[in-house]
């Protein structure tokens, strides 16, 4: 994994300037569908305007968002990939169009070399939507194409709350959760022993995750649960902390992410930079690369 080795790139950093919109209305793409998605795009994609941005957009469908990016950003070269074949007309030759799985890392890796050698400033996947095609795309463009303080945004995520979806489970709520202290106090227990009977570890954790694993409400299916493991990423330096985790110890991922109703907590998530919280209801997942050590590992 990265660590974090420094603050973005001063491109990235927020600045007041003049705001350009994302209209979508004339454009064959459901982005049109989700004017929240732009309102953020824009606030977020603002001082990149003037920059020879490199964009990779996974899922294009008919191209209709890659045509909305070319006019947004007037310097910029833009990159998509899809499953199926489309016929877009570009008379500026910024466009890019690529026919393949975003599984596929060969291709990715092709992508790449031939469009944004040094890195891709903005990544956006609004792809397949399924979770472990989307880990493999983003862990494997994240580390090896994302510029550092490159923008990767995971749209949709909330599939994974949908039953009919491919890989969504309808959530479970479970609600009225009562605090017990007769339960507490065992769990209390145990974690005493714990630290007083090493040798008794490994039975008394068995017990205390199975007391401690309905004490709260979370769904963890589909993609979902791939941005909720990229949470605990972000704690990975605790996680494997040799006196109190699991080793062999490595250092947390370098970003900043933000998601839907409210924005995540900036210390916990390793951020240097501070982020206004975002209108709720907006299913994107953003996530800022950092100045990377690349000795971790």
């Known amino acids: 994994m990265l660590s974090c080795a420094g603050q973005p790139q001063q491109r990235f950093t927020q600045t007041k300037m003049a705001k350009k919109a994302l209209d979508a209305a004339n454009y064959d793409t459901d982005k049109a569908e989700h004017s929240h998605y732009l309102r953020n795009y824009e606030e977020h994609f603002e001082s990149l305007l003037n920059e020879e941005v490199k964009l990779l957009e996974l899922g294009v469908y008919k191209g209709g968002s890659l045509l909305l990016w070319r006019d947004f950003f007037a310097k910029g070269t833009i990159v998509g990939l899809d499953l199926n074949s489309a016929d877009l007309l570009d008379e500026t030759g910024r466009i890019r169009l690529y026919q393949g799985q975003q599984q596929d890392t060969e291709l990715l890796d092709r992508i790449a070399g031939e469009n944004a050698p040094e890195g891709f400033d903005i990544i956006i996947d609004d792809c397949s939507h399924i979770g472990e095609l989307t880990r493999i795309s983003f862990w494997h463009l994240f580390d090896n ?39 507490f106090r065992i769990r209390s227990t145990l974690a005493h022993l714990q630290r007083r009977a090493p040798l008794l570890n490994l039975a008394l954790r068995q017990v205390k995750r199975l007391l401690n694993s309905r004490q709260f409400r979370s769904h963890e299916h589909g993609l979902v649960g791939f941005v909720k493991e990229l949470v605990d990423e972000c704690g990975m330096a605790d996680i494997t902390r040799a006196d109190r985790g699991t080793p062999p110890s490595r250092a947390s991922i370098s970003w900043s992410c933000w998601v ?37 590992s």
């Open 145 to 183: 194409h994302l510029k550092p303080g490159g923008i990767y945004v995971i749209e949709d995520w909330s599939t994974g709350y949908w039953d009919s979806f491919f890989d969504g489970v309808a959530f479970s709520y479970r609600p009225n959760l009562e605090f017990s202290p007769v339960r």
């Open 260 to 296: 839907p109703f409210r924005v995540c907590d900036p210390g916990i998530l390793n951020s240097r930079r501070k982020i206004r919280d975002f209108s709720p209801l907006i299913s994107v997942y953003f996530a800022v690369k950092f100045e990377s050590n690349l000795g971790n």
